[in-house]
């Protein structure tokens, strides 16, 4: 179900690794969530880092949408860039797994398993 790899840049380097990896094959980032600092702005006591990538290729999504527009709930795919226990490491729920929990539609699992080895490569290529 998940997708993580260990990587041995620094969180800022692999988040911006991230970024240039998405672009580079086709994606687009929507937004950024930093999670840690939003975490620890709200008071909290949060020792690790982690931003979460929201990318998207938009003809993927139009194919997504056009079988099954309730699946908008489950776009745009999410990467995150993290930290745990002094390791940075980048990861994702694999999108042909999270899809098969929502639909048997053969078409969109041909998607689904197009959009995963694209994000896959973005993860491999950013760590």
Not at 31 to 49: C, P, W
Not at 56 to 71: E, G, S, T
Not at 91 to 105: E, F, H, N, V
């Amino acid at each position: 179900m998940y997708y993580i790899v260990n990587s041995p840049k620094s969180f800022e380097d692999a988040s911006a690794a991230l970024q240039t990896q998405v672009k580079q094959l086709g994606f687009g980032v929507l937004h950024i969530h930093d999670l840690g600092n939003t975490l620890r702005s709200k008071g909290l006591e949060f020792k690790e880092q982690c931003r979460v990538f929201e990318v998207c290729n938009p003809v993927q999504a139009a194919r997504v949408l056009d079988v099954d527009m309730r699946l908008n709930m489950a776009l745009p795919c999410r990467i995150s860039v993290f930290t745990e226990k002094g390791e940075t490491r980048i990861g994702l729920i694999r999108p042909a797994d999270m899809l098969a929990a929502l639909s048997d539609d053969p078409q969109l699992r041909a998607v689904a398993q197009e959009v995963e080895a694209k994000t896959r490569q973005m993860v491999d290529n950013a760590a």
